[in-house]
């Protein structure tokens, strides 16, 4: 079926059927590693993990529910694999992502400007991984805001149990050296930071301009220290 480029609602049923084309061949390989993988690096949850979570959870923040009008924001889909140390890929992992609007403002009652807010940004999404482990989002390369260098806020969990809190920062930009955040994650270790610090790429062959980024999330098979927390249970969306 070719779908109108203009037709927001078509592309939204075609992105959730299907995975993004040709990512496969980004996915890491599981089971292909001499050494134990090291783990993805946790970060704060900050404090706008959303209060009252929208009606619509899942997997495109472009569009809420069955609207037609489309987010704000440069288009980008973000995949992944989720892993434990081993390489060995976790099944039914709920991966959740948040972040702030095009005008950088949260979906969160207490933070700043609610009134400006983009209605058509989910703002928030979940995804529930299969076999092999893998997720993805359609979502905006996120923006920068007063005091923050433009970030994704990540996390995992299992059997209801949290394992993994952190932040998906943007190859390149300029501000992730002064980022507060960003300076202490790994204590501070390049090569830790790196592990959560990825480009955002032209998607080949779009021609909206529409952008790309992979992380692999790599965790461990026991919860969080508690208070770190079991987040809200509700509608995911399972990988092909």
């Given at each position: 079926?070719?779908?109108?480029?203009?037709?927001?609602?078509?592309?939204?049923?075609?992105?959730?059927?299907?995975?993004?084309?040709?990512?496969?061949?980004?996915?890491?390989?599981?089971?292909?590693?001499?050494?134990?993988?090291?783990?993805?690096?946790?970060?704060?949850?900050?404090?706008?993990?959303?209060?009252?979570?929208?009606?619509?959870?899942?997997?495109?923040?472009?569009?809420?529910?069955?609207?037609?009008?489309?987010?704000?924001?440069?288009?980008?889909?973000?995949?992944?694999?989720?892993?434990?140390?081993?390489?060995?890929?976790?099944?039914?992992?709920?991966v959740e992502i948040w972040q702030v609007d095009n005008?950088?403002?949260?979906?969160?009652?207490?933070?700043?400007?609610?009134?400006?807010?983009?209605?058509?940004?989910?703002?928030?999404?979940?995804?529930?991984?299969?076999?092999?482990?893998?997720?993805?989002?359609?979502?905006?390369?996120?923006?920068?805001?007063?005091?923050?260098?433009?970030?994704?806020?990540?996390?995992?969990?299992?059997?209801?149990?949290?394992?993994?809190?952190?932040?998906?920062?943007?190859?390149?930009?300029?501000?992730?050296?002064?980022?507060?955040?960003?300076?202490?994650?790994?204590?501070?270790?390049?090569?830790?930071?790196?592990l959560v610090t990825v480009p955002f790429k032209p998607?080949?062959?779009?021609?909206?301009?529409?952008?790309?980024?992979?992380?692999?999330?790599?965790?461990?098979?026991?919860?969080?220290?508690?208070?770190?927390?079991?987040?809200?249970?509700?509608?995911?969306?399972?990988?092909?």
């Amino acid at each position: 079926m070719k779908l109108d480029p203009d037709c927001p609602l078509c592309h939204r049923r075609n992105f959730l059927r299907t995975a993004l084309a040709g990512s496969a061949a980004l996915f890491t390989v599981p089971g292909a590693f001499a050494e134990a993988l090291t783990r993805t690096p946790r970060d704060a949850e900050g404090p706008f993990y959303p209060d009252k979570l929208p009606l619509d959870t899942d997997n495109d923040l472009l569009i809420v529910n069955d609207g037609i009008t489309p987010a704000v924001g440069d288009v980008s889909y973000l995949t992944g694999v989720v892993m434990d140390s081993k390489g060995q890929p976790l099944r039914n992992a709920v991966v959740e992502i948040w972040q702030v609007d095009n005008q950088g403002i949260y979906l969160h009652s207490k933070a700043n400007h609610q009134e400006k807010r983009d209605r058509n940004f989910q703002s928030y999404g979940r995804f529930l991984t299969g076999s092999k482990g893998h997720y993805h989002f359609r979502t905006i390369k996120p923006p920068s805001y007063p005091g923050r260098t433009p970030h994704i806020h990540v996390a995992v969990s299992r059997k209801n149990q949290r394992l993994l809190t952190t932040q998906l920062y943007i190859e390149g930009e300029k501000a992730n050296a002064k980022d507060f955040l960003y300076k202490r994650l790994g204590g501070g270790d390049p090569k830790l930071q790196k592990l959560v610090t990825v480009p955002f790429k032209p998607l080949k062959g779009s021609q909206s301009g529409e952008l790309t980024a992979h992380l692999d999330l790599v965790v461990g098979l026991t919860p969080e220290d508690p208070g770190n927390g079991q987040r809200g249970r509700g509608r995911t969306r399972s990988e092909p």
